[in-house]
């Protein structure tokens, strides 16, 4: 199974800009779908976005549409998330995660630790 280790979070103001980045083990990260999920405070866990193993394609929530961007590099074992146009309700912990389908939240089985991503107003 893969480790993942999540970076770049930070207190940014809202109209910002953060680049998350996910760093993963093994030799078989291009095998894998990768995602990302944010938690709020008192709300459950919500798909973010997902990119499929070669990153040929993507899959965003309603709510990133637009501003957030998922790609990943195969040759570093890495994955990222830009985010533009930060909103306050963009305030969360962000997990990258790693699964069997980019598209479907529920096949993600694998999660980071966490990054912690302050925007505020």
């Known amino acids: 199974q893969v480790q993942l280790v999540e970076s770049g979070g930070g207190l940014v103001q809202a109209g910002d800009s953060l680049r998350l980045s996910c760093a993963a083990s093994g030799r078989t990260f291009r095998m894998y779908a990768m995602g990302w999920f944010r938690q709020a405070p008192g709300k459950e866990r919500d798909f973010v976005a997902g990119?499929?193993?070669?990153?040929?394609?993507?899959y965003y929530a309603d709510s990133v549409k637009g501003r957030f961007t998922c790609s990943r590099d195969n040759a570093k074992n890495s994955v990222f998330l830009q985010m533009n146009s930060l909103k306050p309700e963009d305030t969360a912990v962000y997990y990258c995660?790693?699964?069997?389908?980019?598209?479907?939240?529920?096949?993600?089985?694998?999660w980071g630790q966490g990054t912690q991503v302050t925007v505020s107003s």
């Open positions: 990119i499929s193993g070669s990153g040929g394609s993507t």
């Open positions: 995660a790693a699964g069997s389908r980019y598209d479907a939240p529920e096949k993600y089985n694998c």
